[in-house]
């Protein structure tokens, strides 16, 4: 599941079925003015945190990646002169642009690679995505962080959201029989070497179990068996915050802000993160 042709046959498959689903699991599936006015709660919010953080964001151009229905590409075309809403997903886009709610500055975008060949560099004030870069695989959510700021103009800002550790699940103490060593009730010979026996047959596959029940583990097993019956799947992933610190610094850009937020639900780290490009990139 590491090719955007699998990626990309997934999530045309979810536009079909339940494409509101699909963009914010956490809501009712069904297509309701609280999806979209929490597009508008979203948009605000980090516009206004923009603000807080002293950026001053040109109203020109802005990018909306992955942008689904027009959950938040709808609110952003009421603050920008223009918007391009991009997604990999061509039913997502025709559902967009076929919305009653489509605004007419905005403009849609079929993603075809990881490094938006289509858009020009320089070209936007303000780059979004949310909930987006985590259903992709790693490398290729670099590579759109990579293009982010390839697009986005000098002092642009760009704002994205991605989970930055995986928790582990509580698997209970990993020393066995801990409370009951061999000889705990006085066992007779024959006991003790029945005991003896079936713990050391035992240990090796509880101590197994561990990592096998944690989610990192189980999430790519489930990955490699979906991959190898054909399923769809959506993926979730995650970067490091060092990682995202060095593409930053390789692209003249400077995080100047990181948020923790709870898009991605209680397994694992969310953040936020605020970038301003400071110089064109070589």
């Known amino acids: 599941m590491d090719t955007l042709k699998n990626v990309r046959k997934s999530w045309e498959s979810f536009a079909e079925e ?6 914010l699991t956490a809501r009712d599936s069904g297509e309701t003015d609280a999806f979209y006015e929490s597009g508008i709660h979203d948009v605000e919010s980090v516009l206004k945190e923009g603000e807080t953080q002293q950026i001053e964001i040109n109203k020109g151009a802005a990018l909306d990646f992955g942008c689904g229905v027009g959950r938040l590409t709808f609110p952003l075309c009421a603050h920008f002169e223009k918007v391009v809403a991009a997604d990999i ?4 886009i025709e559902l967009a642009r ?9 403009s849609f975008y079929n993603v075809k690679d990881s490094k938006l060949s289509g858009l020009d560099r320089n070209s936007f004030d303000f780059v979004l995505s949310l909930i987006v870069l985590q259903h992709l695989p790693t490398k290729h959510a670099k590579s759109y962080i990579k293009a982010f700021m390839r697009v986005s103009r000098v002092n642009g800002l760009i704002v994205f959201q991605i989970p930055t ?43 197994l179990r561990l990592p096998i029940l944690s989610n990192e583990l189980r999430y790519r097993l489930d990955c490699l068996w979906r991959k190898v019956t054909g399923k769809r799947i959506m993926l979730m992933n995650f970067l490091r915050i060092d990682q995202i610190k060095k593409i930053a610094k390789k692209n003249g850009c400077e995080i100047v802000a990181i948020k923790k937020d709870d ?12 970038i301003r490009k400071f110089q064109e990139s070589k």
């Open 98 to 106: 076929a919305h009653e709610k489509c605004p007419t500055n905005a």
């Open 18 to 23: 339940n494409p509101h689903w699909a963009v």
């Open 165 to 207: 550790a995986r928790k582990k699940i509580e698997t209970g103490k990993s020393v066995f029989w801990a409370d009951k060593p061999l000889t705990w009730d006085n066992p007779s010979f024959g006991k003790l070497c029945y005991r003896y026996v079936f713990r050391t047959i035992m240990w090796p596959r509880r101590r």
């Open 89 to 92: 997903s061509t039913k997502m």
């Open 263 to 274: 898009r991605t639900g209680e397994g694992y780290t969310s953040n936020l993160f605020f």
